[in-house]
């Protein structure tokens, strides 16, 4: 089946490029200031927005989405707006992939058919969810598959190939490989376990292999490029709203525009 | 022997009391959840584990404790036998290290080097360290800031056993976010690292294994009533945050029907007021931390903080089989406030001598209540989970005393 998700990929992939997939937290600094921010992310050059909805106990994020989360709580931001912030931005932008990345609780708190349901209308197009490993599948997947929403699941640096099919059964969209065993936005992997871990993951499916955790330079962005299907980038951009506030715009757009031409630059260097 | 619909079995394979636990991780931390069952099941079917383990509570912790007849509090409250499960007597002051033993003993098995733990008033910090301190292991405590001011000196404590205090000045900087941040710690140093959770909480094995390493209370005091009063008790209260000590308590006895069981959540300034730890009197089920289970939030989904007097108590969540006890209805949960559970403290210092825990003096409040209720023919069984030293600093605020 044909998703935004899909042409997305088979698009870049066509233009011999990785996808820029770029995360921000719903609601930071306010939920008014959001809509301009994730079109900054359009207009920037993104292919794929990772939409925060923000929780309380952010387990597995750094200090940097964990102070975007505080914020975004703090200015008032509920389930309900942030579905708003969705479904008026794929008003916006009809063919943009539009992905929620979150904990579990915020999304099965009124049950998970109704979160499903009402993420569908909304126009999501994948969720993302940190503590809801394979295992757990039944919190959520069922109910996401129903409405046609894919779930996307994480591949990490202890994911060995035991474990690895797993992980791929009832995985689509895109698969998240996390480069680094730790927390958001501290440092990265090095590059020859990316690209090793990557060829491994390859291996093992045809969906597409987006590479985050650490990204932050052009260069870094470009490196990554080189071998996997997308390029995650969130805790910089989080930095950028955390500093700009509603006039985050701006430096945000820039800030995606210089990744989106070394991604778009890396395997023409490559191959020159 | 398994007894058809045993209330024992629980959890299923997948972690699950009902439709309570299971294993809600980060996919970098489920191989090394899955590889702490395996590393778990191994042990408990090795002879040479559970010998150890027996001989460190024997040797090093004192157990058993003893099973106390309070007889001046039973004639001060007129009805029922009290006794006191005297578990403050445990090496460190309270029934944390029974737990901290076990893991310690499956952190060796497991090859693993440094250890990490999660403490609110510090009673399970200074329990990890001590356990840590024994085994020759580097240890990291993770401490809300704010408890580190209000705790001093079981940080203190910590220090002087070796451990490295780490404040975490994140969310609201209490025990919630100490485990969120163990949790980051953990993630970040899967290949080394094991992490000792203090209660019967968090992702499928914990729940389980801390309650079998705690149910050494129950197996004793089940032991020790036959040999006092040559039967079974007819009720347990415990107080319950996380409830390890409740459910190490209660576990041995679940399949005895006429062994009633009352678990006490602290109620804080009043549930009505919305500042309280009562997870099941003023919560529903949600996902934190791992497990499934009743938690204290608003209506998205995000965790409200909790509230006592007791750091120990101070908690947004419960063991996942609480969970399930409550609702099949095994267990009752009874809430004491703040104030109740400050005279029922002040009721033992001056009857029996001896200084309870804040944790344990909401169950002694509850027994309080409850006892004058029961006939002088029955027997009642309170668990004086900790002691109460640690505790003197808060109660003199409380009472207008400056120290």
């Known amino acids: ?272 | 022997m398994t007894i058809k619909n045993s209330l024992r079995a629980q959890p299923d394979e997948r972690g699950h009391f009902g439709q309570f636990g299971g294993r809600y991780v980060a996919e970098t931390l489920m191989p090394l959840i899955l590889d702490l069952e395996r590393e778990y099941r191994a042990a408990q079917a090795d002879p040479a584990f559970d010998a150890e383990f027996r001989s460190l509570l024997t040797h090093y912790v004192g157990r058993p404790s003893p099973l106390y007849f309070a007889e001046r509090l039973t004639e001060h409250l007129g009805g029922a036998k009290v006794y006191l499960k005297r578990e403050e007597l445990n090496h460190t002051g309270a029934h944390k290290i029974n737990n901290c033993i076990g893991q310690i003993l499956l952190a060796r098995r497991m090859g693993k080097t440094r250890i990490i733990a999660e403490t609110g008033a510090g009673q399970h910090g200074v329990a990890t360290a001590t356990v840590a301190a024994r085994f020759g292991l580097p240890c990291t405590i993770f401490m809300g800031s704010v408890d580190v001011a209000r705790q001093q000196p079981n940080v203190f404590r910590m220090r002087l056993l070796g451990a490295e205090v780490r404040p975490v000045e994140s969310g609201a900087k209490t025990l919630k976010d100490a485990m969120n941040e163990a949790l980051r710690d953990w993630v970040a140093n899967v290949h080394d690292t094991f992490y000792i959770i203090g209660t019967a909480a968090g992702p499928h094995p914990y729940p389980e294994l801390v309650r079998n390493f705690q149910s050494v209370i129950g197996v004793e005091t089940r032991a020790q009533m036959l040999e006092a009063e040559g039967r079974l008790p007819d009720l347990l209260i415990a107080p319950v945050g996380g409830g390890s000590n409740a459910i190490g308590l209660f576990h041995p006895f679940l399949d005895d029907p006429d062994v009633a069981m009352i678990g006490v959540e602290a109620a804080g300034h009043g549930i009505e007021t919305g500042q309280h730890a009562a997870s099941l009197a003023g919560g529903s089920p949600g996902v934190l931390h791992g497990n499934r289970t009743y938690l204290l939030q608003d209506e998205d989904g995000q965790i409200t903080e909790a509230h006592s007097i007791s750091a120990g108590l101070d908690y947004p969540g419960i063991g996942p089989e609480h969970s399930w006890l409550h609702e099949n209805g095994r267990v009752t949960y009874e809430p004491c406030t703040d104030d109740e559970a400050l005279a029922a403290f002040q009721t033992l210092c001056k009857l029996e001598g001896i200084i309870p825990a804040l944790e344990s003096a909401h169950a002694l409040a509850v027994a309080e209540r409850i006892v004058p209720t029961l006939d002088k023919d029955k027997i009642v069984v309170v668990n004086v989970s900790g002691r109460g030293d640690k505790d003197i600093f808060t109660v003199a605020d409380s009472l207008g005393v400056k120290l």
């Open chain 1, 1 to 272: 089946m044909t998703t935004r998700l899909s042409s997305t990929f088979t698009r870049c992939a066509a233009e011999d490029r990785a996808a820029l997939v770029t995360f921000v937290t719903g609601g930071d600094p306010t939920p008014e200031a959001t809509p301009a921010i994730l079109d900054a992310l359009v207009a920037g050059g993104a292919d794929v927005i990772e939409l925060g909805m923000p929780f309380t106990d952010p387990m597995a994020d750094g200090p940097a989405i964990q102070r975007a989360n505080l914020r975004s709580l703090g200015a008032g931001t509920t389930t309900i707006k942030l579905l708003e912030i969705a479904a008026d931005f794929r008003k916006r932008h009809p063919d943009f992939p539009l992905v929620l990345m979150g904990y579990a609780n915020p999304m099965v708190r009124r049950g998970p058919l109704w979160f499903a349901a009402e993420a569908a209308k909304a126009g999501i197009d994948g969720v993302i969810c940190v503590d809801v490993p394979p295992e757990a599948d039944d919190a959520l997947g069922p109910a996401l598959r129903s409405a046609g929403i894919d779930l996307i699941r994480l591949a990490t640096p202890t994911t060995d190939a035991a474990r690895l099919p797993t992980v791929l059964e009832g995985a689509s969209g895109f698969l998240y490989y996390v480069s680094v065993a730790g927390i958001t936005g501290l440092q990265q992997a090095a590059q020859a376990s990316i690209e090793s871990a990557v060829a491994r993951l390859k291996a093992a499916t045809t969906l597409p292999v987006a590479v985050g955790f650490g990204v932050r330079t052009p260069e870094q962005a470009s490196a990554i490029a080189r071998v996997a299907d997308g390029v995650v980038v969130g805790s910089a951009i989080v930095d950028l709203v955390g500093q700009h506030g509603a006039g985050a715009p701006g430096p945000v757009k820039d800030y995606i525009s210089t990744l989106s031409a070394a991604i778009r630059g890396a395997r023409q260097e490559k191959a020159a």
